[in-house]
């Protein structure tokens, strides 16, 4: 199974945009890379996904680089709101199956 | 609504019991799955299902059992042969089909304490 990589924190000022990166090496070609968050004591959610090309929701963007090898979750405008814990994990969309959370990165946003 | 309903909430158990959690969704998902969360850590994978009647081991399968006689229920059974039960238990589900994507819907959890 493909494991992701991912900073253990990072800091944030409010209404900055944040970066969160997330290295998939071992990625393969029919992998989707979905991006959740997950709040103390509460069940993650989702946030975004993507296969190839750039994606954007209400929440935030996903992009993805050109050989598909790391992806980083951008938040345009940081609030305190989004401190949580972000995981970024890889899909297979051929045999689904296992899906395997690493660590995460803890965001801390400072007002 | 749809969702994932997760019960009970908090649930306390002596030693050398047994116990069971419960796991619902009206999503229509082939596919749930039970993960397990310690104080500080990500979300380990016990077990998951991607059809009625069948399921498979993840990374910490030891001292749990599971069962998926139905398409909306995959409640899992905490085992006297766990040995550090107390954690956060988490219940998912998603679109099995190949060629989705399987987004992952979450219930709240259910925090189990062992005294």
């Known amino acids: 199974d493909a494991k992701t990589t991912q900073p253990n924190s990072m800091e944030s000022n409010e209404e900055e945009p944040v970066h969160l990166p997330c290295n998939h090496s071992t990625i393969s070609g029919t992998d989707y890379i979905h991006w959740y968050r997950q709040l103390p004591s509460q069940g993650p959610e989702y946030v975004i996904h993507?296969?190839?090309s750039n994606v954007n929701n209400r929440m935030a963007s996903l992009a993805i680089a050109e050989d598909r090898k790391s992806s980083t979750l951008i938040l345009h405008r940081a609030t305190l709101r989004d401190a949580a814990v972000y995981y970024c994990i890889l899909r297979d969309q051929v045999q689904g199956g296992k899906l395997i959370f690493g660590q995460g990165t803890e965001l801390s946003v400072k007002p | 609504d749809g969702g994932i309903t997760q019960s009970p909430k908090y649930l306390f158990r002596k030693e050398g019991q047994n116990v069971t959690l419960s796991c619902e969704q009206n999503l229509n998902h082939d596919a749930m799955y039970w993960y397990r969360q310690d104080p500080g850590q990500g979300l380990r994978l016990i077990y998951y299902s991607q059809i009625v009647n069948d399921f498979q081991k993840g990374d910490i399968a030891e001292g749990y059992s599971v069962s998926r006689e139905k398409k909306e229920s995959f409640p899992l059974t905490v085992t006297s042969a766990q040995k550090n039960p107390t954690a956060f238990y988490l219940c998912?589900?998603?679109?099995?089909?190949?060629?989705?994507?399987?987004?992952?819907?979450f219930g709240a959890g259910s925090r189990l304490t062992v005294l």
């Open positions: 998912a589900s998603s679109t099995g089909v190949a060629g989705l994507s399987g987004v992952l819907t």
């Open positions: 993507g296969l190839t």
